[in-house]
């Protein structure tokens, strides 16, 4: 289904492949044109086409909790300091844009892999716009590492969502249009099972932050 939105979004690709992506740039391609870009392409020169109205950052397989795979991503971090634009970080994105800002992060002791979780929404808000208050949905989850709740305040960050595998599923800051998700809002079928919540939280960012 396409949407009335017409936003232009710059995808950042951190997967190690290039050429990789699991069709997050179709769904985006849902609400407007979406350029997507190799996360080496990022440097201190690059600069944003003036008609990109947001940033998506992807998920990946490299570890926010490994020394030799974040120092790959310095420009990507440098660059999210820096940016003016709406940014919308799914997964290793999310762990990213917290990072950027001094948040801590951790590994999990038991890793969740490809399943569908029940996320509690703490504050409904426009990333959660129309899920009422302490509500849960479901959404995908397939990650290794997670952003500690401790010093997210401190980090200019506010806890929208968490659930019992992780404590820190979704965050706000708060004086930037920047969001953050654990979970992946683009994948909505795991193994025939599925749920369409995700895609309602990424119509949401484009519907209620970038679009306002």
């Known amino acids: 289904m396409r949407s009335d939105l017409t936003a232009k979004s710059l995808l950042i690709n951190c997967y190690r492949n290039p050429t990789k992506i699991d069709g997050l740039n179709k769904i985006l391609?849902?609400?407007g044109p979406c350029k997507v870009v190799y996360y080496l392409e990022i440097n201190q020169e690059y600069q944003i086409d003036k008609v990109i109205d947001s940033v998506i950052i992807s998920?990946?397989?490299y570890r926010i909790t490994e020394h030799s795979d974040r120092v790959k991503f310095k420009d990507i971090l440098d660059f999210i300091k820096i940016c003016?634009?709406?940014i919308f970080g799914i997964c290793f994105g999310h762990q990213l844009l917290c990072s950027a800002f001094g948040a801590k992060t951790g590994k999990l002791q038991e890793p969740v892999i490809n399943r569908f979780e029940n996320i509690r929404?703490?504050?409904t808000d426009n990333l959660f716009a129309s899920i009422k208050e302490g509500g849960s949905i479901t959404l995908s989850e397939y990650h290794n590492d997670y952003v500690l709740k401790e010093g997210l305040d401190n980090a200019g960050f506010v806890l929208l969502a968490d659930s019992v595998s992780c404590e820190v599923e979704a965050v706000e800051h708060k004086?930037?249009?920047f969001?953050?998700?654990q979970f992946h809002p683009e994948r909505i079928n795991i193994k025939g099972e599925l749920h369409l919540e995700g895609h309602r939280v990424i119509e949401n960012f484009y519907r209620n932050i970038v679009k306002r």
């Open 29 to 31: 391609e849902n609400y």
């Open 175 to 177: 004086s930037k249009p």
């Open 179 to 181: 969001y953050g998700v």
């Open 121 to 123: 929404v703490l504050q």
């Open 84 to 86: 003016n634009l709406p």
């Open 59 to 61: 998920g990946s397989e």
